[in-house]
Nanobody, 127 residues
Framework: QLQLVESGGGLVQPGGSLRLSCAAS????????IGWFRQAPGKEREGVSC????????MYAASVKGRFTISRDKAKNTVYLQMNSLKPEDTAIYYC????????????????????WGQGTQVTVSS
């Protein structure tokens, strides 16, 4: 299993922004499909966004489209999730994940496509 480390979570007011980072030290993220997922208390894990190997294609859940942006920084071996116009319903633990055996496709927001997961970072949107 590949080791992923998320950072950047925190407490933010509604309408605010956060940028989450997903980093790896022992492998090159650009070679993998990378996804961001979130899980709120009492709810199932939800696919938020994903980015293809090389970064040419991205996908977003309807609930975040237009507010969140996923990107890669190859030099820093990091994948980012820029979250703007945050809402209380965005409150959750956010996880990044890597898929070693899957290519970008219509099912790339499903957790089953990924085999390596980070430990998660808490995002709380509240006034």
């Amino acid at each position: 299993q590949l080791q992923l480390v998320e950072s950047g979570g925190g407490l933010v007011q509604p309408g605010g922004s956060l940028r989450l980072s997903c980093a790896a030290s022992e492998f090159t993220l650009d070679y993998y499909l990378i996804g961001w997922f979130r899980q709120a208390p009492g709810k199932e894990r939800e696919g938020v966004s994903c980015i293809s190997r090389g970064g040419g294609s991205t996908m977003y859940a309807a609930s975040v489209k237009g507010r969140f942006t996923i990107s890669r920084d190859k030099a820093k071996n990091t994948v980012y999730l820029q979250m703007n116009s945050l809402k209380p319903e965005d409150t959750a633990i956010y996880y990044c994940a890597a898929a070693s055996g899957s290519y970008y496709n219509t099912k790339s927001l499903q957790a089953g496509a990924y085999d390596s997961w980070g430990q998660g970072t808490q995002v709380t949107v509240s006034s």
